[in-house]
Structures are given as structure tokens and as C-alpha cells.
């Protein structure tokens, strides 16, 4: 299998760097604004309105807009950190200046109704966040700002927080919660904030009883309610010890994105393969699934309601993904499906499985973004037990070096039975893609 791979991987590098060359610019893009959840309507409480008071100065909406029309093409919040003029957001607020900055500019408006423009220091893509200054050089001290509570204040489970931004564009406003430690099972940390953020307040500060910075808002589950999620303070913290006196971006982000995206998929293939795979996985075979560590694996079964092909599927997602401006990336996902078509004969369990096999896809991304996929299909002796195995890699346009890679695995040593399984990382480099990939393959085998 080894030797397979290292030919396959001479193919498909050839193959992809050939059409990588050729990639076409995309046309625009047309922002949608973050779907609509209403803001918490529940009376806020003393402390909450004390917070925000003292809050207030230091909180701006944050719009891009297009050059030279000034309409806004999306908005967000940020907050001010520095008496020097530099504020925090989202790196996803400004993402469209970031990428294209020669069609957009920035521009903070206070929560009197003050407006400014401001230019980007420095990206945090990973941890979704961004730093910014303003741009006029004849003001750029005597701003108030909200300082950063020290990693060394631990927060304690239930402790309030005050969630602050303009949501949905209509108005600067205090959202109440409590702190319920970090996600689990998060690649990246993130904190489980139980309160409701809305479309426009991402970006904005998650502040403790003290007025001090504990969490920037970033994101909320559409399947759940009063459930969001916080980037910790000490990312931003350190983002601004490590931006402050850089100068502004010039060019658009997308290296930027590319380098840090690249020292992601580093870690993420090593932490990956290090933790192995679980064992006893299925009674016949040892099948891939990998531990729960920072993925989450749910389990489903289908017996067939006409008497035909009854199978059992598990699929394992990282909540993590990557966002890079106009699509996600940076993350694993694993499935397998147990056939059994012993009630259908070797014939039809045949043509069924078959189907099932074909039946896969490839084409995550419009064709804007990634090349079309390269693919080499092979038949694999795994000490007896033979595995029909595809792995496709698809190339990124605009980040280089970058891929998608997907693989396929079918057993075929049973007539009326058998195991599928598909193994899918994003945004990693071609060595990191074939290691995973042989990482997957070999782990199929016959259980012990």
C-alpha cells in the first residue's frame, strides 16, 4: 500500500499543480447578512446596565463598505483596546476588506453615532479574529479602553457575562449570560457562553461584573437556543501585544491566510494520526473510527423496510472549521456504513454495494475555488483482506499548496456483505494529505 500511495502521490502533484496554474479569478461574490435571531427580550439587570454604561464609549459598530459609495456591504462589532486607537473584531467582519481590499474599506462608527475610518493591523484567521487602528494619524491617542481580565483570574462555572454589540444593525445593545467553561471536544478553545447572540454582534466584547474583557463574541448554533460561543480574551490579548505597532495591510490577505492555515493543518495532522483510532469497531474488521477527543462521532442504523440492503452508518466531525472569507476549511471528518444484504443475494448485494460506492462526491467548492478533483482508484492487499480504495485531492486557487483530500474504502471479501468507509481532510498540504491517507487505509484489517 505504501509504495501505491507514493506513486499515487507523484500523479496527483503534477496533476494539481497543472490546474492550479489555471485557475480564473472569481466574480464577486454577494454578502448575505447572518440570519436573523431575535436579541434576548428579557428585562436586563442592575449590573447588567451598569456594564454597559460604562462600556458604552468603547464600543463601535464596524461596517464595510464599498469604495467611493460608502454603502455598507456587512457590519459587525468591535471594541476599542488600546488608548492608541486599536480595536478587536472578528477577522469574519472584515474578511471582505481583508480579501479584497481594493473594492472595500473600513469604517467604525460609535454608539453616539460617530463615524471613522479604520485600517487592519493584523489577522488571527485561527482564532477568528482581527486587529484594527484608526486610520486618522492627527488622532491617534485618548481613546478609553476596556482592558483584558488576566489569564490568572480563572472564571468560575455559572459566573455572569455580559455580551455586548449591535445586533442585526439595529442598535448598540447588553445581552446577559453565564459562563459554562470551554466547549468540549473544540479544537481550538472557545467558550460556552448560555446566552443568545444575534446576527451583528459578532466581533463585540463578553465583559465580567468588573467591565473586563473575558470573551469576543463569535458564533451561535442555529440548532439550539440560548447557546452561543466566545473566543477567549487571551487570543485577542495577544494579538494586540503582537500587532500594536505593526503596520497596515497591504495587498489583499490572502497569504496571510494561506501561512496560517498551513501551520494549522501542521498540528491538526499530527494531533490526528498521534491519537490512533478506537478499537472494536466492528466484528469482522478493524474499521477506522477515531477517538472523541476534539470530534464528535454519532451512530445511526437503517434496516431496510422492503427486505433489501440493512446497513448502520457512524460519522465523526470536528466542530472546528476554518473560516477564510468565502468558504470554511481545516478540518477531518470520518463515516463508515455495515452492509448486510443477505436477505437481496450475492447478485443484487453485488449491484447495491456497488452503487453505494459510486454514489460518492468530490465536488465540496464551486469551481472558483478549488481545481477538479484528480483521483486514482486501486485495489489493496491489507494482509488478506482486499480493499477497493479511491483517494481524490482537490487544489485550492487561492491558497497554495492547499488541498482537500478525500478517500474511498470498500471490503470485498464477503459475497452478501461489507464495509464502506470515507475519510475527508481540508486545507492540508499534499504530504500531509497522503499521510493521512495511508493512515486511513492501513488501519482497515481483520480483527484479531
Not at 436573523?36 to 439587570?45: E, L, R
Request: aromatic residues 8%; contains cysteine.
Amino acid at each position: 500500500m505504501r509504495v501505491e500511495l507514493q506513486r499515487l502521490a507523484a500523479l496527483l502533484v503534477l496533476a494539481c499543480a497543472g490546474a492550479a496554474a489555471l485557475a480564473a479569478p472569481p466574480p464577486p461574490v454577494p454578502v448575505v447578512a447572518p440570519a436573523a435571531d431575535p436579541a434576548a427580550s428579557a428585562p436586563v439587570s442592575l449590573s447588567a446596565r451598569k456594564v454597559y454604561e460604562q462600556a458604552r464609549s468603547q464600543l463601535v459598530q464596524i461596517r464595510t463598505v464599498l469604495k467611493g459609495q460608502a454603502s455598507q456591504t456587512s457590519v459587525g462589532s468591535g471594541f476599542v483596546v488600546s488608548r492608541d486607537g486599536h480595536l478587536i473584531t472578528n477577522f469574519h467582519v472584515v474578511s471582505e476588506a481583508a480579501l479584497k481590499p481594493e473594492r472595500h474599506d473600513l469604517v467604525l462608527v460609535t454608539a453616539d453615532g460617530r463615524d471613522a475610518p479604520v485600517q487592519i493591523l493584523m489577522l488571527d484567521v485561527l482564532h477568528d479574529l482581527a486587529l484594527l487602528k484608526v486610520r486618522d494619524p492627527k488622532k491617534t491617542t485618548g481613546y478609553d479602553a476596556l482592558s483584558f481580565r488576566p489569564d490568572t483570574d480563572k472564571l468560575a462555572q455559572g459566573e455572569r457575562m455580559y455580551s455586548l454589540g449591535n445586533p442585526l444593525d439595529v442598535g448598540f445593545a447588553v445581552i446577559e449570560g453565564n459562563y459554562n467553561g470551554l466547549v468540549e471536544r473544540s479544537f481550538y478553545p472557545q467558550i460556552f457562553f448560555a446566552g443568545s447572540l444575534s446576527g451583528g454582534m459578532s466581533g463585540g466584547p463578553a465583559l465580567d461584573q468588573a467591565g473586563r474583557v473575558i470573551g469576543i463574541n463569535v458564533a451561535r448554533r442555529v440548532d439550539g437556543e440560548q447557546v452561543s460561543f466566545l473566543v477567549p480574551a487571551s487570543f485577542a490579548s495577544a494579538l494586540l501585544a503582537r500587532g500594536r505597532d505593526a503596520p497596515p495591510l497591504a495587498g489583499n490577505a490572502w497569504p496571510i491566510v494561506a501561512a496560517q492555515l498551513a501551520a494549522h493543518q501542521d498540528v491538526l495532522t499530527e494531533r490526528f494520526i498521534a491519537q490512533g483510532w478506537k478499537p472494536a469497531t466492528h466484528p469482522r474488521y478493524t474499521v477506522p473510527v477515531p477517538p472523541d477527543r476534539f470530534m464528535r462521532c454519532w451512530g445511526s442504523s437503517e434496516p431496510s423496510r422492503t427486505g433489501g440492503l440493512d446497513f448502520e452508518r457512524s460519522d465523526c466531525v470536528m466542530d472546528t472549521r476554518i473560516f477564510v472569507g468565502e468558504f470554511n476549511t481545516g478540518t477531518i471528518s470520518t463515516r463508515h456504513e455495515a452492509y448486510d444484504g443477505t436477505r437481496l443475494g450475492t447478485m443484487r448485494f453485488a449491484s447495491q454495494y456497488a452503487a453505494s460506492f459510486r454514489n460518492e462526491g468530490f465536488e465540496r467548492l464551486r469551481a472558483q475555488h478549488q481545481t477538479k478533483p484528480q483521483c486514482h482508484e486501486n485495489f489493496v492487499d491489507r494482509k488478506g483482506l482486499t480493499l477497493r480504495a479511491v483517494v481524490c485531492v482537490r487544489a485550492y486557487k487561492k491558497l497554495p499548496k492547499l488541498y482537500d483530500v478525500a478517500v474511498l474504502v470498500a471490503t470485498l471479501d464477503q459475497p452478501q456483505a461489507g464495509v464502506q468507509g470515507r475519510f475527508d481532510a481540508q486545507g492540508v498540504s499534499y504530504a500531509s494529505a497522503m499521510k493521512l491517507a495511508q493512515h486511513y487505509i492501513e488501519a482497515y484489517a481483520w480483527v484479531k
